[in-house]
C-alpha cells in the first residue's frame, strides 16, 4: 500500500470534513488500521484501495460529527466588515469560505470536498458515498450554488481588491 | 459569480499537510512482509526430529497393517527359504528367512524376517512393499531371462533338482574383486525363481568355500496352472 500519496489528500478530506487537525489524525489513522487489520473487509479486487480508504474517512467523520456539539466557531458568521488589509482580508476570505463549505449539508459538503478539492472523478465519488453518479452531479451542483450565494459579497470585495 | 470565480474562492481556503509524527505512524502500521526465512538450527533439529519420529512411526504403521501387499496365498507359488553365512567353525547362522514367489524370473518377496531384529524386519518389509508396488505395475518383462532361465553375461553350468523341481544351475563370472563366484540355481517352472544360491570364496587350499547360501525349505503351489 502506498500510503506516501494515498495519506495527504485523505488527510485534507478529513480535516475538511471535521475542521479539526487531531480530529483528521484519528480519522486517517482509522482508515489505514481498518484496511491493515486481519479481519479488514477491503477486497482489492472489488474496489480500489483510495476509494475504500475514502470510504471509511467518510463514515468516521460523519460519525464524530454526529457526536460533536456544534461549537460557537462553527456557528460563527462571517464579519461583513473585512479588514481592509489584504492579507487580513484573505485571511478572513479563508475563513468564510471554511465555514461556508462546513455549512452545506451533509451530502452537499462530502461531493464538493472530494470533487472540487480532492479531485475525485464523479464515478468514484459515487462509489465513496454509495450513491448514484446523478445524485453525485445533483448534489455538486445545489452546493456549489449555495456556495455562490453565501461567497456573493466575498466575490465581490475581491474584484474591488484587484 | 460566475464557476471560476467561486473555484478561485474556494481554493482560498487551504489545508494543513499531514504532519511526520502522523506519517511516522501510518507508516509504522504496514504490516512486514514475511520474507522465506529458514528455521533457526534448534528449531531445525526439532523439525528433523519430528520428521524422523514420523517416519520411523509411519513405517511401522504401514509394515503392521500391511506386512504384504500380495497375500502368499494369491501367488501361484510361495518358495519358503531362509540365507545366512558359514561361521568359521562351519556352523550356519540364518540371516533372513522369507517366503516369495517369481514373476518372469524376477522375484517377489512377499514377507519376510530378521532374526532378533525387530527393527530391521520391519524396514525390510517396508521397502518390499515399495517393491511389490513397483512389480505390480511393471509390464512382466522386466528382465531378458529365457524360458530355460539362462541370461546373457551368464552360462547354464548344469541342471539339478531342488526340491523336486528341475533347476538350472546359473554360474556368473567371478568377481574381479576378491576372486568370489556365485551361483544360483533357477527353476523353470517357477518362473525362474531363484531357488538356491550360494557365494564362494578361494579358500586356503585352492578351492572355493561356500561363505553365504540361500536354502529352500518348502515350495508351496497355492493355484495349479
Known sequence: MDTDSLLPPLFRFAYRMTGSVADAEDIVQECFLAALRPNSTYDASRTPMRTYLFGVARNQALKLLAKRPVTAEDDECVSDAPSPERAAFHTQLEAAVARAVRRLPEGQREVLILAHYEELPLAEIARVMEIEVTAVKSRLQRARTQLKETLAAYATGTERRR | ?225
Not at chain 2, 507508516?27 to 528433523?48: D, T, V, Y
Not at chain 2, 520411523?56 to 503392521?64: A, K
Not at chain 2, 512389480?135 to 539362462?150: A, E
Request: proline share 6%; hydrophobic share 40%.
Open chain 2, 1 to 225: 459569480m460566475n464557476d471560476t470565480e467561486l473555484d478561485e474562492m474556494l481554493n482560498q481556503w487551504k489545508a494543513p499537510e499531514p504532519g511526520a509524527e502522523l506519517r511516522g505512524r501510518i507508516r509504522g502500521m504496514q504490516p512486514r512482509k514475511r520474507r522465506f526465512a529458514w528455521p533457526s538450527w534448534h528449531l531445525s533439529k526439532g523439525l528433523f526430529a519430528g520428521v524422523a519420529a514420523g517416519a520411523v512411526m509411519c513405517l511401522f504403521g504401514i509394515s503392521v497393517a500391511f506386512p504384504q501387499v500380495f497375500a502368499p496365498s494369491s501367488a501361484r507359488f510361495n518358495l519358503i527359504s531362509e540365507s545366512g553365512v558359514y561361521n568359521d567353525n562351519g556352523s550356519f547362522t540364518v540371516r533372513e528367512a522369507r517366503v516369495s514367489t517369481a514373476v518372469h524370473g524376477k522375484e517377489i518377496i512377499l514377507k519376510r524376517n530378521i532374526p532378533d531384529n525387530v527393527l530391521m524386519s520391519l524396514h525390510m518389509r517396508f521397502f518390499d512393499m515399495i517393491h511389490q508396488w513397483l512389480g505390480m505395475s511393471d509390464d512382466g518383462s522386466p528382465s531378458s531371462i529365457s524360458s530355460d532361465c539362462s541370461m546373457p553375461g551368464t552360462a547354464v553350468a548344469g541342471h539339478a533338482t531342488v526340491l523336486g523341481y528341475q533347476t538350472a544351475i546359473i554360474r556368473y563370472p567371478e568377481s574381479q574383486s576378491d576372486n568370489s563366484r556365485y551361483t544360483e540355481w533357477r527353476a523353470p517352472d517357477l518362473d525362474c525363481i531363484t531357488m538356491k544360491w550360494v557365494v564362494e570364496k578361494p579358500a586356503a587350499n585352492g578351492g572355493f568355500r561356500i561363505t553365504s547360501e540361500r536354502r529352500p525349505l518348502i515350495v508351496r503351489i497355492n493355484h495349479a496352472q
